[in-house]
T-cell receptor
Framework: GQNIDQPTEMTATEGAIVQINCTYQTSGFNGLFWYQQHAGEAPTFLSY??LDGLEEKGRFSSFLSRSKGYSYLLLKELQMKDSASYLCAVRDSNYQLIWGAGTKLIIKP | ETGVTQSPTHLIKTRGQQVTLRCSSQ?????VSWYQQALGQGPQFIFQYYREEENGRGNFPPRFSGLQFPNYSSELNVNALELDDSALYLC?????????????FGPGTRLTVT
């Protein structure tokens, strides 16, 4: 079966750095996405990785290791508005997105 | 805002009834995907339409059906509603099937089945 695992919840302090991990087992791989979702709202795109390595985008970076079935999202200089759920999704061999359950990130002052 | 719109925003239906949800994709996007998201869970893929044809389906029963129109807008129909169908239904459009393009989500329709 296809499976994507993320921690359920994480807590971090404003101004700090947090890393959210994602491991996956899917039938094929055609890219990995990270989305942010605030409570009651739709997911919004953060990053995309298809090759191994680090993609940096401002305060957010995403890393991929295809051989390990592993990715992480790194958030720097945390702000209170970063409190949200972070969803990891893998595009499988049928080009369908398989989603993790999301990691709820709580930012404390 | 992504340019993807959905209607209605909220809906309350009774078990056994039928419902139609609507989605207008972002300009220039020809692929629409529908997802069901239960509270505290990630989205679950229902199906995808590309140029008016269904070209992928998740693990949902046939009472979940859809349409895509020539202007690439889309409908999700659910027959014989069950209590477990209560969820947020998300529509996402993307620019090209199979490409690396990310999906842009609409605000969702919150369906409550009583």
């Amino acid at each position: 079966g296809q499976n994507i695992d993320q921690p359920t919840e994480m807590t971090a302090t404003e101004g700090a750095i947090v890393q959210i991990n994602c491991t996956y087992q899917t039938s094929g791989f055609n890219g990995l996405f990270w989305y942010q979702q605030h409570a009651g709202e739709a997911p919004t795109f953060l990053s995309y990785n298809v090759l191994d390595g680090l993609e940096e985008k401002g305060r957010f970076s995403s890393f991929l290791s295809r051989s390990k079935g592993y990715s992480y999202l790194l958030l720097k200089e945390l702000q209170m508005k970063d409190s949200a759920s972070y969803l990891c999704a893998v595009r499988d061999s049928n080009y369908q997105l398989i989603w993790g359950a999301g990691t709820k990130l709580i930012i404390k002052p | 805002e992504t340019g993807v719109t959905q209607s209605p925003t909220h809906l309350i239906k009774t078990r056994g009834q039928q419902v139609t949800l609507r989605c207008s994709s972002q300009s220039g996007h020809n692929t629409v995907s529908w997802y069901q998201q239960a509270l505290g869970q990630g989205p679950q893929f229902i199906f995808q339409y590309y140029r008016e044809e269904e070209n992928g389906r998740g693990n949902f029963p046939p009472r979940f059906s859809g349409l895509q129109f020539p202007n690439y807008s889309s409908e999700l129909n659910v027959n014989a509603l069950e209590l477990d169908d209560s969820a947020l239904y998300l529509c996402a459009s993307s620019g090209r099937q199979g490409a690396r393009y990310e999906q842009y989500f609409g605000p969702g329709t919150r369906l409550t089945v009583t």
